[in-house]
């Protein structure tokens, strides 16, 4: 076949929703995109661990203890669920840990914000998780198979995540003023970075249209903001608390919330390495990294030193 | 999965995995004797997927396929025995709440 008709046989299946699977003809640039799209996506599985991490020996009892505990847990397994997809194009492991740690490849900028009391961990489950889970389920039906299959099995593992942040922000909004105000302050902190996951706006989103087309992305970047306004500032009435937007108004006409200007510069500021905990979670992985460097080396010595062994019986046996 | 054949003369074994339709996951089917990989897909073809039960194939020969221990599956799998609170029902939440 030549390429135009490779090409051509790959937008017939794009358009007629037949998943693209490793061994099929893709175009460079769908592999490209869908590379940085779920290398990008899994080290911020990796890096969305630290956050939390940092409150697991400080949880105010068992319960939530072993709660938070498997929901980082949970996380880090959804990161090698996109590993493991985004091996499937070409890529090595030890390829994009080099990207994470050189800076070269990004992650979610939410992850770069800090984890100051313990309310954020109630607001992470509840709007960070909230809007992932709101990215993600379109993501289901992605084009790309291993993809798709990977994120159904996050989506399925990921409801109780926000379940359970909810439940932390309803325990403390109906506790005693000290708390309730722990997650105001929480509320507030968390509410803008989280609208900013959903990325820069529609007009503002150079990959959007191609990655649509190509129907790795469903709904664009603005919809799905909306949407997550929507549904977030119902359940935020529910625990008492206020967004802080004063601009936040029902608007009868279009049926959804009207909302105010989105700091984009900050956005940019984060993203470009400069927000409040970008320098130290990168460090954090890498020292990880550095110190798991000799249980890397000591499995293989010991698989090598097992199977030399093996040889040497088989060899007499013969 | 079928036991491992010693005898030299055979064939070895191989197992069979089939996608039945595009986007699903591969899920084991059987196995079959086969001389090597191409020979033990048009087998599989022949044997699992006379009525067009797939769409895609995998085989793996099967001395390659390590599996748990049945005998001890209990400690195994013991420890998310009693992690109830992975499941989203163990949060008792208003019933007003909302897409969640």
Known sequence: MTVDSLQEHFDDKVKREVTIEPRDWMPDDYRKTLLRQISQHAHSEIVGMLPEGNWITRAPNLRRKAVLLAKVQDEAGHGLYLYSAAETLGSSRDEMMEQLHSGKAKYSSIFNYPSLTWADMGAIGWLVDGAAIMNQVPLCRASYGPYARAMVRVCKEESFHQRQGFEIMLTLSNGTEVQKKLAQDALNRWWWPSIMMFGPPDDNSPNTEQSMRWRIKRISNDELRQRFIDVTVEQAKILGLTPPDKDLKWNEATGHYDFGAINWDEFWNVVKGNGPCNKERLEARKKAWEEGEWVREAALAYSKKRSERNNKISAKAA | ?100
Not at chain 2, 67 to 91: C, M, V, W
């Open chain 2, 1 to 100: 999965m079928a036991q491992q054949t010693t005898n030299k003369n055979e064939w070895p074994l191989w197992e069979v995995f089939i996608r039945s339709k595009a986007g699903l996951d591969h899920k084991h089917a059987g196995s079959i004797h086969a001389a090597d990989a191409e020979m033990a897909i048009e087998n599989a073809r022949d044997v699992y997927t006379r009525r067009m039960e797939g769409v895609s194939i995998w085989v793996v020969e099967s001395k390659y396929i390590h599996a748990s221990e049945p005998g001890q599956s209990e400690e195994l799998f013991e420890p998310a025995n009693d992690k109830i609170y992975r499941h989203p029902t163990f949060y008792d939440l208003p019933d007003e709440l909302k897409h969640m």
